[in-house]
């Protein structure tokens, strides 16, 4: 079974462009669920969707959105990007609900802001 | 909401030794605990969880204990060898259905 993908790997983008990530999860899941990761702050929960519709949310300004497609396959995208917003973000599938069943994460995209 | 403290941020032990890292959360309401391993430039993967109507679990040389009362969870590694070094989250599910994450661990295993 094909674990979850992230593309791209690395990214670097100027500050103040946008960017779009993808992740395809493990065929049969439908719950993905998005994170970033820093050195100082670890993981932080950007948003959970389940079957196209978003089921939970972290504390992330309004610039961090995702979606979910029929497919279950997910992409976030993050406008206006900060320098803050340099980090790893990872992609996880679940089954279902990630907050009750075994999450399996993608390698993440390194994101660099300039 | 939900808050889940873990420590140390960083433990040495001798490799054979054991490994002891303990999480506290605030939700009474948390029902299910997974402890995630993450080796670098890889992804988290799950080693263990624990369920609040468990008191222990233990999968060969990992086990979690849970105190519901004390709203407190520690993951055990015994006979540690160097492939277990790694950083180490813990994470809780509070009563929204969201998983709160530890700051994580950092274990280094010296030869």
């Known amino acids: 079974k094909a674990g979850v993908t992230q593309t791209p790997r690395y990214l670097i983008k100027t500050r103040g462009q946008q960017v779009t990530l993808s992740c395809s999860p493990i065929s049969g899941h439908r719950s993905v669920s998005w994170y970033q990761q820093t050195p100082g702050q670890g993981l932080q929960f950007l948003f959970e969707y389940f079957s196209e519709t978003q089921r939970n949310k972290g504390n992330f300004p309004g610039r961090f959105s995702g979606r979910q497609f029929s497919n279950s396959r997910s992409e976030m995208n993050v406008s206006t990007l900060e320098l803050g917003d340099s980090a790893l973000y990872l992609c996880a599938s679940s089954w279902d609900r990630a907050a009750s069943y075994e999450q399996y994460f993608g390698p993440g995209t390194r994101l660099t802001v300039t | 909401g939900e808050n889940v403290e873990q420590h140390p941020s960083t433990l040495s032990v001798q490799e054979g030794d054991s490994a002891v890292i303990k999480c506290t959360y605030s939700d009474s309401a948390s029902n299910y605990f997974p402890w995630y391993k993450q080796e670098l430039g890889k992804g988290p993967q799950l080693i263990i969880d624990i369920r609040s109507n468990v008191g222990e679990k233990k999968d060969q040389r990992i086990a979690v204990t849970l105190n519901k009362t004390a709203k407190h969870f520690s993951l055990h590694i015994t006979e540690t060898q160097p492939e277990d070094s790694a950083v180490y989250f813990c994470?809780?599910?509070?009563?929204?259905?969201?998983?709160?994450w530890g700051a994580g661990t950092k274990l280094i295993i010296k030869p």
């Open positions: 994470a809780a599910k509070d009563s929204n259905y969201q998983l709160i």
